[in-house]
């Protein structure tokens, strides 16, 4: 199983952008879905995370701008950013608790890093 994740880039303060992630091929379910980003010298930290019925959690740094969110049937995760600030450049990177059949536990699962880049 893979994760694509696509929607970083180069934005102004005040700007916005959505970031997806997808799984690459058809699973057994997903559990919780959530962005990590981690930025130049520091740890990776949570964004934001999702339950497959929807219950949401916010980094208290994120809470108001950002807006997370999933497709179950598409099996995909949105990241929906806005009023960016220069503290929010990094990489952002999407992660899922995946069961590949009925017998398997959950198992987590990264996606690679989109980066993200506000300017001042």
């Known amino acids: 199983v893979q994760l694509q994740a696509s929607g970083g880039g180069l934005v102004q303060a005040g700007e916005s952008l959505r970031l997806s992630c997808a799984a690459s091929?058809?699973?057994?379910?997903?559990?919780?879905m959530g962005w990590y980003r981690q930025a130049p010298g520091n740890q990776r930290e949570l964004v934001a995370d999702?339950?497959?019925?929807?219950?949401?959690n916010y980094a208290d740094s994120v809470k108001g701008r950002f807006t997370i969110s999933r497709d179950n049937a598409k099996n995909t995760v949105y990241l929906q950013m806005n009023s960016l600030k220069p503290e929010d450049t990094a990489v952002y990177y999407c992660?899922?608790?995946?069961?590949?059949?009925?017998?398997?536990?959950?198992?987590?699962?990264w996606g690679k890093g989109t980066l993200v880049t506000v300017s001042s």
């Open positions: 091929r058809r699973i057994f379910s997903i559990n919780v």
């Open positions: 999702i339950t497959r019925g929807d219950i949401t």
């Open positions: 992660k899922a608790d995946i069961r590949t059949g009925f017998y398997n536990l959950d198992e987590p699962y």
